[in-house]
């Protein structure tokens, strides 16, 4: 699977982006996506992610409500809808992919990624 992340920019406090992870490979239907942000400021830290198939995300508590996950593996990609961004979002923004071949656990942990695409950034201005 090889990756490709885009749609950053920059946007007002309370604006919306929708950041897109596109996938190619076979196996990207057998893997969950996470999406990691980061700043200069701080490590790389979880912000989402979507199981193989779609049928659980999980949210880092500070997107929670804000940020919707969503996938489409017949055109394999995958979204994440931003909403109501805050200053505090600011940062690079990566997808990465996670093969759920003998597993039902998606981490959070970035560390236990190895697929990564290229970021894009996200600008929010107050």
């Not at 990207?28 to 942000?37: D, E, H, L, P, T």
């Not at 049928?55 to 940020?67: A, L, N, Q």
């Not at 489409?72 to 690079?92: G, I």
Request: charge should be positive.
């Amino acid at each position: 699977v090889q990756l490709q992340a885009s749609g950053g920019g920059l946007v007002q406090a309370g604006g919306s982006l929708r950041l897109s992870c596109a996938a190619s490979g076979s196996t990207f239907s057998r893997s969950a996506v996470g999406w990691f942000r980061q700043t200069p400021e701080k490590e790389r830290e979880f912000v989402a992610s979507i199981s193989r198939g779609g049928g659980r995300t999980d949210y880092e508590d500070s997107v929670k409500g804000r940020f919707t996950l969503s996938r489409d593996d017949a055109k394999k990609m995958v979204y994440l809808q931003a909403n109501s961004l805050k200053p505090e979002d600011t940062a690079v923004y990566y997808c990465a992919a996670y093969p759920m071949i003998l597993t039902a656990r998606v981490p959070r942990d970035p560390s236990e990624y190895h697929i990564w695409g290229q970021g894009t950034l996200v600008t929010v201005s107050s």
